[in-house]
Nanobody, 119 residues
Framework: QVELVESGGRSVQAGGSLMLSCTAS????????MAWFRQAPWKERAFVAS????????NYAESVKGRFTILRDNAKNTVYLQMRTLKPEDTAVYYC????????????WGKGTQITVSS
């Protein structure tokens, strides 16, 4: 069964840190570019960060550069999002996504994990 399962979301105060995890099953994990997206209330889902198959290439949304770090452990089929200096505007449901190498569309999605940052 193909599945992406996120964990680690919770409520936190502004300035705090969180680590999200996303574990994949049913796929050849190392053949996928992995990414995190987020959707804030009343807003469209937005790209946060991505990481290529071996972790050598990462990309970030401007709003999180310098605060968030995306990592992966192919031995554990897991991608992480380390978040620091959280702001209230980071409040959102965070989704893990996967796209097969050589493609441009994320076709696999997790169900999301909620992060709430209070001021």
């Amino acid at each position: 069964q193909v599945e992406l399962v996120e964990s680690g979301g919770r409520s936190v105060q502004a300035g705090g840190s969180l680590m999200l995890s996303c574990t994949a099953s049913g796929i050849a994990f190392s053949r996928y570019t992995m990414a995190w997206f987020r959707q804030a209330p009343w807003k469209e889902r937005a790209f946060v960060a991505s990481i290529n198959w071996d972790g050598s290439v990462t990309n970030y949304a401007e709003s999180v550069k310098g605060r968030f770090t995306i990592l992966r452990d192919n031995a554990k089929n897991t991608v992480y999002l380390q978040m620091r200096t959280l702001k209230p505007e980071d409040t959102a449901v965070y989704y893990c996504a996967a796209r097969f190498w050589g493609t441009t569309t994320y076709t696999l999605w997790g169900k999301g994990t909620q992060i709430t940052v209070s001021s």
